[in-house]
């Protein structure tokens, strides 16, 4: 299926990574994987994870550039930046193929009502989740589980 434009451009949400958005407006518009997304607009998938195509990310999903990059890590060797901090891969950084997220932001964003309607599909990832230091949510206290376990968002 090639994607020309999209039609649906939910609202970036503060500590949202570009990649994430990216996968919240693929879904809006119906296309089943942010991959085929990507492809269509010209970016390697592999590589959404990181700063790399953030312009193309932002243009397609009407958000600032300036901001996903704050809210979306970089792609040097051994450090990684992001929102402001300096991590070290592996030991501090995780860009697990398995994403990890909280159940109880996750059921917010579902309850979620105005202004928030903006937003859909409601459920979005946070940035920090990638951070291999957090093991549990700083706002719920709960422990951080793989989205696998919250496929139905």
């Given at each position: ?21 990216l ?21 390697e ?5 990181m ?22 890590a ?8 992001l ?58 206290y ?12």
């Amino acid at each position: 299926m090639r994607i020309n434009y999209v039609a649906v451009y939910p609202a970036r949400q503060d500590g949202e990574p570009a990649y994430a958005h990216l996968m919240r407006v693929a879904q809006a518009n119906g296309v089943k994987r942010v991959a085929t997304l990507a492809a269509n607009l010209g970016l390697e998938s592999y590589r959404l994870h990181m700063r790399s195509s953030l312009e193309t990310i932002g243009s397609v999903g009407r958000s600032d550039a300036v901001s996903l990059s704050h809210d979306t890590a970089t792609d040097d060797r051994d450090i990684v930046t992001l929102r402001g901090e300096t991590l070290k891969r592996g030991t501090q950084w995780s860009s697990l193929s398995v994403r990890r997220a909280c159940p109880a932001c996750y059921a917010e964003d579902k309850q979620a009502t105005e202004p928030y309607k903006r937003r859909l599909p409601r459920a979005w990832h946070r940035t920090w989740w990638d951070v291999a230091a957090v093991t549990a949510c700083p706002v719920h206290y709960c422990r951080l589980i793989s989205v696998v376990s919250l496929l139905v968002v």
